[in-house]
């Protein structure tokens, strides 16, 4: 594969691919990136502690893939997301407070408690759901797709997978229909090289997940999953395609989750080892933005850097403290909203 | 039977006895699923066998679960006896089709050519807030299906029992095991022992009504039973333990004695286990009963997520004891 690391990219080269983008958006990006992140490590603690039931997934060390890919997006395109979904909520504008009150379980959770992390909904934001079902959304962002060229309303569809959900039959079944059919859908590869504790190395053959794009004659590319900009500038051209041609891409994104699988399984010492997870620390997409935006617009945009994690701080614990006060839904709530 | 010396282990450690044990007696068993391997399971339950069976007998899969189900039937069906662990029976859904279509017909349409002795672990129930994706029961989808052995254990004890006759079972079986079994300690023999499929237990003997209860729910009817007994009511506590094929003589002589049934299942409440049970019941005994019988069942909702709502779609034991007074009265 010819692709570089970000890390590797001069200025120039960057701009050359069209990746770079202005100030404001740039700022974007890293406000974007650091809410998600902040969010996680409360989220995470929060678990730890108790108060967060059930499980989740964290983002972290991805957060780049969300962001590069859902700021290429129209608020009107639709989106199907992972158990790994915080990520894709909070950069499809979901409500923080609302996204986090739904893993304390709380009546003012983007669905009323009943969900919780693998079960994010949002209507008002066209976003279909984070999901327990590996590789479950996909081919309801196909049928999302199908909808909109048959209304010919002009939106996409965008759906996030991860490596191991390209081992799915959902996927791969879903992946042929959507080039057949010509769908505007758009479907994002998270490729963190593993699936729970499963090298994608071990039970795949080959490793160019893009390649099954190709096979399916569908557009098909691989990009730094951890370069916000360079993931930006491949998805603007992928949506370009859906919404203006009706042309289905694949975009494989290649990155690391430098947490355990989910809140609570060790870091590494079981199935990674450190020095793995610590070379992608080093390749850590939001500390790594930081420093580019800072030797690219010079010290003063550091200042501005701060005071965006201090507002991302300030923001994750205003959710938190709204979240541990709402209420629960009375427990007889749970028999509603099953039949219309 | 069970003494009081007995070791006290984990459901998870009872279930990694039984697969050690059935892989040493066989070299024909091995096992299917993600992250069985090296790492154990994601529940642990292949902690322990990778020094001894490798990655020959540990199949870590990707995840597809509709192939590596449909290879275990296919393996079954060409003389292995193959495990094939879902890890959440809601990713058995994905494999729905090879388990009814395949699977369960197999013997059938081969006009018993081909048999496929295989077992299908998964794990269910509703369990600390794991969500609609990950808390159904479902077992009563597949007890509709004809040529499928269901098994639902309720103890430590019985998980190895009972799996390991699942192993050696020459038909397809079902092993549901609940989550709430797998970090609990309780009392299992040492040593080899078989618990045969299609046969109850009676967990606890009383006069006055039977409770049959499924897999955590014989746990809430065994504490429901203490409290109730203080209050001089003694009811007779069953854990069919399979519910295909069912011990229906066990049930029916219970009713026989106590005049009185109440089925516990935690499998929403249309067309699951305990319908089954009530229906064969009156059925076979029904000028024995001197009151209607009752069901508690689990919610026909889904399982939701927030604490208050997930406790409320289950029966509970302090409702299992207000059904039992009710009944008696
Ligand atoms: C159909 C199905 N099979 C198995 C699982 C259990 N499971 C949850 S997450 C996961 C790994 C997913 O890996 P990947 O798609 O690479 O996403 P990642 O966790 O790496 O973000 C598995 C096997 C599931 N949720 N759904
Ligand atoms: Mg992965």
């Known amino acids: ?340 | 039977m069970f003494t009081d010396n007995d070791r006290q282990i984990t459901g998870i450690q009872a279930i990694q006895e039984a697969l050690a044990e059935e892989m040493r007696r066989d070299p024909n068993v091995v096992v299917f699923g993600e992250g069985i391997g090296e790492r154990g399971g994601c529940f642990g339950q292949t902690k322990g066998l990778w020094n001894e069976c490798g990655p020959e007998r540990l199949i870590d899969t990707p995840i597809s679960e509709l192939a590596f189900t449909g290879m275990g039937i296919g393996a079954s069906m060409a003389g292995l006896r193959p495990v094939i662990d879902l890890m959440y029976i809601e990713f058995m859904m994905d494999a729905a089709g090879q388990v009814v279509h395949q699977a369960a017909k197999v013997r059938y349409m081969s006009g018993g050519q081909f048999h496929c002795p295989l077992v299908l672990v998964a794990a269910i129930g509703r369990y600390n807030n794991a969500g609609p994706h990950h808390s159904g029961c479902y077992y009563p989808m597949f007890m509709h299906v004809p040529g499928l052995i269901v098994v639902v254990p309720s103890s430590a004890r019985d998980l190895k029992g009972l799996l390991k006759s699942s192993i050696r079972s020459d038909d397809p079986v079902l092993f549901l095991e609940h989550k709430s079994l797998f970090s609990k300690k309780m009392a299992v023999p040492e040593g080899e022992f078989l618990t045969p499929l299609g046969q109850a237990n009676v967990c606890r003997v009383g006069t006055d009504a039977s409770i049959v209860a499924i897999g955590q729910m014989v746990e809430y009817s065994l504490a429901a039973a203490t409290s109730l007994a203080k209050n001089g009511i003694e009811v007779e506590v069953i854990d069919p333990r399979t519910l295909v094929p069912l011990d229906e003589e066990t049930v029916v002589r219970s009713v026989q004695k106590t005049r009185r049934l109440l089925v516990i299942d935690e499998a929403h409440e249309t067309c699951n286990a305990a319908a089954e049970i009530a229906t064969r019941v009156i059925e076979k005994a029904f000028d024995y009963l001197d009151a209607p019988i009752v069901r508690l069942s689990g919610a026909k909702v889904h399982v939701p997520y927030a604490p208050p709502m997930e406790q409320f779609v289950a029966p509970s034991p302090e409702r299992i004891e207000q059904t039992v007074k009710e009944l008696v009265a």
């Open chain 1, 1 to 340: 594969m010819k692709r570089k690391k970000a890390q590797d990219k001069t200025r120039g080269e960057r701009a050359e691919a069209g990746c770079e983008v202005d100030e404001d958006r740039a700022l974007d990006f890293y406000r974007s990136m650091a809410r998600v992140r902040k969010f996680e490590e409360a989220a995470a603690q929060y678990v730890r502690e108790g108060s967060i039931p059930g499980f989740i997934h964290a983002y972290i060390g991805e957060e780049a893939v969300a962001v590069g890919v859902c700021g290429a997006l129209e608020p009107g395109d639709y989106v199907t997301s992972t158990h790994r979904g915080h990520g894709h909520a909070l950069s499809r504008g979901l409500s923080m407070k609302s996204v986090m009150a739904e893993l304390w379980g709380k009546r003012d959770g983007t669905n009323l408690g009943r969900g919780g992390s693998m079960h994010i909904f949002d209507a008002s934001r066209h976003f279909l759901g984070t999901n327990g079902i590996v590789a479950g959304g996909v081919p309801l962002a196909a049928g999302a797709a199908f909808a909109i060229r048959y209304k010919k309303t002009g939106q996409i569809a965008v759906s996030f997978v991860g490596d191991g959900g390209t081992n799915h039959g959902a996927f791969l079944e879903t992946l042929n229909i959507a080039a057949a059919f010509d769908l505007p859908l758009v479907i994002v590869v998270e490729n963190n090289l593993y699936a729970t504790s499963t090298p994608y190395a071990c039970v795949t053959k080959t490793q160019d997940i893009a390649l099954r794009g190709t096979a399916v004659g569908m557009a098909a590319e691989t990009v730094d999953g951890n370069d916000v900009e360079e993931v930006h500038a491949t998805a603007r051209k992928a949506v370009a395609r859906a919404r203006g041609g009706s042309r289905p891409s694949l975009l494989v994104c290649q990155t690391y989750r430098t947490v355990g699988h989910y809140e609570g399984e060790p870091v590494a010492g079981t199935y990674r080892t450190w020095e793995e997870v610590e070379a992608w620390k080093q390749k850590d997409p939001i500390i790594n933005y930081k420093k580019r935006l800072i030797e690219r617009y010079g010290a003063t945009i550091a200042e501005q850097l701060d005071r965006i994690d201090e507002e991302a701080g300030q923001e994750v614990a205003s959710a938190v403290e709204f979240s541990r006060n709402a209420p629960f839904c009375a427990p007889v709530e749970a028999t509603e909203h099953v039949y219309g």
